[in-house]
T-cell receptor, first 111, second 116 residues
Framework: AQSVTQPDIHITVSEGASLELRCNYS??????LFWYVQSPGQGLQLLLK??????LVQGIKGFEAEFKRSQSSFNLRKPSVHWSDAAEYFC?????????FGAGTRLTVKP | DAGVTQSPTHLIKTRGQQVTLRCSPK?????VSWYQQALGQGPQFIFQ???????QRGNFPDRFSGHQFPNYSSELNVNALLLGDSALYLC???????????????FGPGTRLTVL
């Protein structure tokens, strides 16, 4: 069955520390991959996307993600987290006509 | 260039009532998808409209229905509201380029529905 898994429900990091949010997918072919961020009560903001080509993708707000076909993963990283990065992060897969989202990872940033 | 817009922003209904949510796609887009995001969960695909017809549907009951107009805008209707229908409803638009491939979707800010 097609699925998107974000293994970490909640992550807490200190401001200035590095961050990695995990995402694994299960699809029959290489899908289109996305990371979105959502602040409380807000809609989805696209951080970055992978369609093809270079497997290391740069996004907005200093985020990057790496597509690893062999691991069916698309992990999101940031070298130094800012307090304003506290939010909910969703990994999503686009395949055929719809998007499938993971359950999300909530990021808390400690001062 | 306006992005995807949705109305209303917030809505409060009672159980058993019916609700209509509206979406205007990004300029130039012809396809509209709807998603339900319950509190603390990721968005779940409801259905997609293209050429004024429902093209694909997720695992939602028939109480959820929709419509697409000739100008590509769309409505989501939910009948016989249940408490569990309380959620953020997101609309996304895309441009159909090729059949059978994924066309990137752009999301609106959502409509927050509360069912009492």
């Amino acid at each position: 069955a097609q699925s998107v898994t974000q293994p970490d429900i909640h992550i807490t990091v200190s401001e200035g520390a590095s961050l990695e949010l995990r995402c694994n997918y299960s699809y029959g072919a290489t899908p289109y991959l996305f990371w979105y961020v959502q602040s409380p009560g807000q809609g989805l903001q696209l951080l970055l996307k992978y369609f093809s080509g270079d497997t290391l993708v740069q996004g907005i707000k200093g985020f990057e993600a790496e597509f690893k076909r062999s691991q069916s993963s698309f992990n999101l990283r940031k070298p130094s987290v800012h307090w304003s990065d506290a939010a909910e992060y969703f990994c999503a897969v686009g395949y055929n006509n719809d998007m499938r989202f993971g359950a999300g990872t909530r990021l808390t940033v400690k001062p | 260039d306006a992005g995807v817009t949705q109305s209303p922003t917030h809505l409060i209904k009672t159980r058993g009532q019916q609700v209509t949510l509206r979406c205007s796609p990004k300029s130039g887009h012809d396809t509209v998808s709807w998603y339900q995001q319950a509190l603390g969960q990721g968005p779940q695909f409801i259905f997609q409209y293209y050429e004024e017809e429902e093209r694909q549907r997720g695992n939602f009951p028939d109480r959820f229905s929709g419509h697409q107009f000739p100008n590509y805008s769309s409505e989501l209707n939910v009948n016989a509201l249940l408490l569990g229908d309380s959620a953020l409803y997101l609309c996304a638009s895309s441009l159909e380029r090729l059949a059978g491939i994924f066309n990137e979707q752009f999301f609106g800010p959502g409509t927050r529905l509360t069912v009492l």
